[in-house]
C-alpha cells in the first residue's frame, strides 16, 4: 500500500518537471522515504523572472514530512539552480516546501 507512486505524486503535488521516483517503505524501522527528481533536459523556472532554464547543477536535500500514521516520513530530492541569462545561477524552489526551511509547509 506504500508503493503506489501516483498516489503520492498526486499527494504531494508533484508535477512535471519533477517527479517521483521511489519510495522505500521500512516497516522495522517505521520510517518512509520518499525520493524525487526531475526529467532529463528539464528546464526550471527562474526563481526570479520564471524565465524557463536550463538547470546548472543539483544539490540533493532532506525534509521531514508529515508522518504517514505512525511511520515517520522523509523526502529526498534533487534540487537544481537553474541558469538564467539575466539573473545566473539560483536555487529552484522545492513546490512542497518553504525555502531554506528543513519542514514541509505541512508539518
Ligand atoms: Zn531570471
Known amino acids: 500500500m506504500f508503493n503506489n507512486i501516483d498516489l503520492f505524486t498526486q499527494a504531494l503535488g508533484i508535477e512535471d ?3 517521483l521516483d521511489k519510495i522505500d517503505f521500512n516497516k522495522d524501522d517505521g520510517r518512509l522515504d520518499i525520493y524525487i527528481s526531475h ?3 528539464s528546464k526550471f ?3 526570479e523572472c520564471g524565465e524557463k532554464s ?3 547543477d543539483t544539490k ?3 525534509w521531514r514530512h508529515l508522518n504517514f500514521f505512525q511511520y515517520r516520513a522523509y523526502i529526498h530530492a534533487k534540487m537544481p539552480r537553474t ?3 539575466d539573473h545566473g545561477v539560483l536555487q529552484v524552489k522545492a513546490p512542497w516546501a518553504e525555502p531554506g526551511s528543513g519542514f514541509t509547509m505541512l508539518f
Open 17 to 19: 518537471p519533477w517527479k
Open 54 to 56: 536550463p538547470i546548472h
Open 39 to 41: 526529467k532529463r533536459g
Open 60 to 62: 540533493e536535500r532532506t
Open 45 to 47: 523556472p527562474c526563481p
Open 83 to 85: 541558469k538564467c541569462k
